[in-house]
């Protein structure tokens, strides 16, 4: 019986044509856990399609925001869980780690159904969420340079 190969993976830093990442003017001071903007660029690559997907948060913002607020109201802990479940996945998009982490407890917080301490998760998530879609803005217009 012969042994399986495992094909062989060639790491960034053996590449030798690799070119360190760009960052853009203006956020290079701005906190990795905010914004990783080269995370962002590796995932997406095109710069027209960063743009539109950079464009849509704002409003995407407005739709799980209405859409948990809607559901806290109600007291159904399943469709507030249904509801911050989305914002996880729409967050896991644009490569915001805080954000991203806000966005998990409240979804555990969702989960358990202590609905109260979730209202309150997600007053800070949106707060990490507002500071995100500012990074994300400058960024968006950096693009167009």
């Not at 960063?50 to 464009?55: D, F, G, H, Q, S």
């Not at 739709?63 to 507030?80: C, M, N, P, W």
């Amino acid at each position: 019986m012969k042994p399986s190969r495992k094909p062989s993976r060639k790491l960034e830093s053996q590449t030798p044509d690799k070119k360190p990442a760009r960052q853009t003017p203006g956020l290079e001071k701005e906190d990795p856990t905010i914004f990783d903007e080269q995370g962002f660029r590796a995932s997406l690559g095109d710069a027209e399609l960063m743009r539109t997907v950079l464009l849509l948060f704002p409003e995407e913002i407005g739709f799980h925001e209405r859409a948990i607020r809607q559901s806290l109201a109600t007291g159904d802990a399943k469709q507030v869980h249904a509801a911050t479940h989305a914002l996880v996945g729409m967050i896991g998009n644009y490569w915001a780690p805080r954000c991203y982490q806000q966005a998990r407890a409240l979804d555990h917080l969702a989960r358990e159904a202590r609905l109260p301490e979730a209202a309150q998760s997600f007053d800070a998530c949106l707060h990490e969420m507002k500071k995100l879609a500012a990074i994300l803005s400058r960024f968006a217009q950096s693009l167009d340079h």
